[in-house]
């Protein structure tokens, strides 16, 4: 059974830091596309990076610079490190497994953990 669980989440001031972890089970993750999404309150589901088995990555416009995606495949985790963050960048994260073709679309997901940035 595929299951991804999230966390790291909390509430930070603009211009710090978070880091979110994604740990994984149930799947050969360490062959596989994987990555983040938010979701913010009346706001379509963004997106946000992806790494592949090769360790290549891919960020959305807005988390480029800023954000960094990484995986450990012996500890069977995903990482998001947030840094500068912005009150815009504030939203539930969600990781993914499994990338298909759409940027930010995957066919399994965690729960999300809550992003807040207060300005």
């Known amino acids: 059974q595929v299951r991804l669980v999230e966390s790291g989440g909390g509430s930070v001031q603009a211009g710090g830091s ?10 050969s993750f360490s062959t596989s596309c994987m990555g ?13 990076a992806r790494i ?5 990555t891919r960020y959305a416009d807005s988390a480029k ?10 500890k069977k985790i995903l990482y998001l490190q947030m840094d500068s963050l912005k009150p815009e960048d ?4 969600l ?3 499994t990338c298909r073709a759409t940027f930010g679309d995957f066919a ?3 729960q999300g953990t809550q992003v807040t940035v207060s300005s």
């Not at 913010?40 to 946000?48: H, L, N």
């Not at 592949?52 to 290549?56: E, K």
Request: glycine share 14%.
């Open 108 to 110: 399994y997901w965690g």
């Open 18 to 27: 978070l880091r979110l972890s994604c740990a994984y089970s149930g799947y």
């Open 95 to 97: 990781c993914g497994a």
């Open 90 to 93: 504030a939203a539930i994260y």
């Open 65 to 74: 610079g800023r954000f960094t995606i990484s995986k450990d495949n012996d």
């Open 52 to 56: 592949d088995w090769r360790g290549n």
């Open 36 to 48: 983040w999404v938010r979701q913010a309150p009346g706001k379509e589901r963004e997106g946000v």
